[in-house]
């Protein structure tokens, strides 16, 4: 993921991905168990950690309002 982020950073912004990164490994994380739902759980997973929640979410949690929710939170800037 820090690598995508660096190189997508580096090729639309020019330059160095600003800031400190910490990086840590969960033992466990949400898997999908479908093709469609990769960009739902990238959201679900930056949401929690970025909350400091347990990534205790699975497959049944990705709901219409799960999507909902992370558009309504893009379209606002609100989490």
């Known amino acids: 993921m820090k690598r995508y982020l660096v190189d ?3 090729a639309k912004k020019g330059g160095d991905l ?3 990164w910490e990086l ?3 033992e466990k ?3 999908q168990h479908n093709g469609c739902d990769c960009g739902v759980f990238s959201c679900m997973n930056a949401e929690a950690l ?3 929640l347990k990534l205790d979410f699975n497959q049944k949690h ?3 309002n799960a999507r909902r929710r992370i558009a309504l939170s893009v379209l606002t800037g609100e989490c």
């Open 24 to 26: 840590f490994e969960e």
């Open 18 to 20: 600003p800031g400190e």
């Open 29 to 31: 994380t949400p898997q």
């Open 50 to 52: 970025s909350l400091g």
């Open 8 to 10: 997508e950073w580096k």
């Open 62 to 64: 990705v709901t219409e």
